[in-house]
């Protein structure tokens, strides 16, 4: 395969290409890994109770920029990765916060108020 875009990548994607789907995804890890990094630092979870690590991260990341293929519309005149951009932080985003409310629950059963 001829080095293309991520938009050309994506329309293909769109059409059932995995192998452009893989490419995408490889083309736009290092994107992926950097987000998980700033967001693993930023909610500071080398520190908290959560074994979430920047591998989990990395994972919803991949899964949010898959998410993104089918809904992306190369009409609107945007880059692929500036509307995935937001998918791959919610998706870290959102497993943080599951991860949390799943503790949160955990330590209250094992420690019960009252």
């Known amino acids: 395969m001829k080095k ?9 994607a769109q059409k059932g290409d995995t192998e ?4 995408l995804l490889k083309n736009n890890l290092g994107f992926i ?3 998980a990094n700033e967001i ?3 909610s500071n979870l080398a520190e908290s109770d959560l074994s979430t690590g920047t591998s989990d991260l990395e994972q919803e ?4 920029l898959l ?5 992306f519309d190369s009409s609107k005149g945007i880059k692929f990765l500036t509307y995935a ?4 932080r919610n998706a870290m985003t959102d497993l943080i916060r599951e991860n949390d409310q799943h503790h949160r629950r955990t330590c209250l059963a094992e420690n019960p108020v009252g």
């Open 40 to 42: 693993y630092l930023k």
């Open 61 to 64: 990341g991949c899964l949010g």
């Open 20 to 23: 452009a789907r893989d490419l």
């Open 67 to 71: 998410t993104a293929i089918p809904l």
């Open 85 to 88: 951009a937001p998918l791959i």
């Open 4 to 12: 293309q875009d991520n938009e050309q990548l994506c329309a293909l």
């Open 33 to 35: 890994r950097k987000t």
